[in-house]
């Protein structure tokens, strides 16, 4: 079973790579400062040294949400969350939208620990907290990439935009690996987190500090995913959300990377899809209002809100699946 439970966790850190590299490269893509393919094999090496860098995300994925000791069924709980969080990983995906992975494994795990152990096994000071987290980040994303271009437009707002965007499109590289980088160190440990999770509940552990062979493991999965390519969603937020010159992906992606690396430091699980995505369209508001393509962020934002209830729920159905087949 503990076998199963590091199979897919590890398979959800895959998919979690390709699903989101377009976080770290859809910008330096549409503006050109990178081939594609050398910009999905930087951000697949950025985001394994990233992820081998913390571990403090993972920890607060592993013991925020619920006790992984005093849960009698933890690896059937873990089983469900991570086969619903990855199912939804898949349809989004599919789809072209740029959803939370974080979304989907917190609500999921929430989901299952509910219906697995029931609501006093939830904590729910630990998820209120992680869940503030997530709704925070991405207005304060947006809030950063908004005075950040504004900033700029003041700065290099008369001189001639091809020297700008020549100059600027050299940064991009800079900053795409920054964005790799940090996307590894808050993402690829929520993998890890599982993982522990699931040793601790096993008896395999008593406390939940990462072990070397899962950081590796996680690491390893993320920049393997990341060199596949999510090339529908890396469509969807270089192209359609605005048009994205080198100036504004610089402004996107050092805004949100600089969200994302304060809260790894503050050991906080957020979603660096929401991060960079509110971050893109903060520069895109402070570039001009009406550049922004207000209808598809809109649908973004339903895909945000939605994503919790649907895979906490998604993950209890899974659960008393799982309990009927093998109790």
Same mark, same amino acid.
């Given at each position: *079973?503990?076998?199963?439970?590091?199979?897919?966790?590890?398979?959800?850190?895959?998919?979690?790579?390709?699903?989101?590299?377009?976080?770290?490269?859809?910008?330096?893509?549409?503006?050109?400062?990178?081939?594609? !393919?050398?910009?999905?094999? *930087?951000?697949?090496?950025?985001?394994?040294?990233?992820?081998?860098?913390?571990?403090?995300?993972?920890?607060?994925?592993?013991?925020? #949400?619920?006790?992984?000791?005093?849960?009698?069924?933890?690896? /059937?709980?873990?089983?469900? +969350?991570?086969?619903?969080?990855?199912?939804?990983?898949?349809?989004?995906?599919?789809?072209?939208?740029?959803?939370?992975?974080?979304?989907?494994? @917190?609500?999921?795990?929430?989901?299952?620990?509910?219906?697995?152990?029931?609501?006093?096994?939830?904590?729910?000071?630990?998820?209120?907290?992680?869940?503030?987290?997530? @709704?925070?980040?991405?207005?304060?994303?947006?809030? #950063?990439?908004?005075?950040? *271009?504004? @900033?700029?437009?003041? @700065?290099?707002? !008369?001189?001639?935009?091809?020297? #700008?965007?020549?100059?600027?499109?050299?940064?991009?590289?800079?900053?795409?690996?920054?964005?790799?980088?940090?996307?590894?160190?808050?993402?690829?440990?929520?993998? *890890?987190?599982?993982? +522990?999770?699931?040793?601790? &509940?096993?008896?395999?552990?008593? /406390?939940?500090?990462?072990?070397?062979?899962?950081?590796?493991?996680?690491?390893?999965?993320?920049?393997?995913?990341?060199?596949?390519?999510?090339?529908?969603?890396?469509?969807?937020?270089?192209?359609?959300?605005?048009?994205? /010159?080198?100036?504004?992906?610089?402004?996107?992606?050092?805004?949100?990377?600089?969200?994302?690396?304060?809260? &790894?430091?503050?050991?906080?699980?957020?979603?660096?899809?929401?991060?960079? &995505?509110?971050?893109?369209?903060?520069?895109?508001?402070?570039?001009?209002?009406?550049?922004?393509?207000?209808?598809?962020?809109?649908?973004?934002?339903?895909?945000?809100?939605? &994503?919790?209830?649907?895979?906490?729920?998604?993950?209890?159905?899974?659960?008393?699946?799982?309990?009927?087949?093998?109790?």
């Amino acid at each position: *079973m503990i076998g199963i439970v590091i199979f897919l966790a590890l398979a959800f850190d895959f998919i979690n790579g390709f699903h989101d590299t377009a976080n770290a490269i859809a910008t330096s893509v549409s503006t050109r400062a990178l081939r594609p !393919r050398v910009a999905i094999l *930087m951000a697949a090496s950025m985001n394994f040294i990233g992820a081998l860098t913390f571990t403090g995300v993972a920890k607060t994925i592993g013991g925020s #949400v619920a006790d992984p000791a005093t849960l009698s069924n933890g690896l /059937e709980i873990v089983t469900a +969350t991570l086969l619903a969080a990855i199912a939804w990983n898949l349809i989004t995906w599919w789809f072209g939208i740029p959803s939370s992975s974080s979304h989907a494994l @917190i609500g999921a795990l929430a989901g299952a620990v509910f219906v697995g152990a029931g609501a006093d096994a939830l904590n729910m000071g630990g998820f209120k907290s992680i869940v503030l987290a997530l @709704i925070l980040s991405p207005i304060i994303a947006f809030v #950063v990439g908004y005075i950040v *271009m504004t @900033i700029l437009k003041w @700065i290099f707002g !008369r001189r001639s935009p091809h020297s #700008v965007n020549k100059g600027f499109r050299t940064m991009q590289i800079i900053t795409a690996a920054f964005q790799s980088f940090t996307h590894g160190t808050n993402d690829a440990q929520k993998a *890890m987190g599982i993982i +522990t999770f699931a040793l601790v &509940t096993a008896g395999f552990q008593s /406390e939940m500090e990462v072990q070397l062979w899962v950081k590796i493991a996680a690491a390893t999965a993320m920049a393997l995913g990341t060199s596949i390519g999510g090339w529908k969603i890396i469509k969807t937020m270089g192209t359609k959300i605005f048009k994205i /010159e080198p100036i504004n992906g610089f402004a996107a992606d050092a805004s949100a990377a600089s969200v994302i690396m304060t809260a &790894t430091l503050t050991h906080l699980p957020i979603s660096t899809t929401h991060a960079i &995505t509110s971050a893109i369209l903060g520069v895109g508001s402070a570039k001009r209002f009406s550049a922004v393509k207000w209808g598809v962020a809109g649908r973004i934002v339903v895909t945000w809100f939605i &994503t919790i209830p649907i895979c906490a729920t998604l993950s209890g159905v899974i659960f008393y699946v799982l309990d009927w087949i093998f109790y």
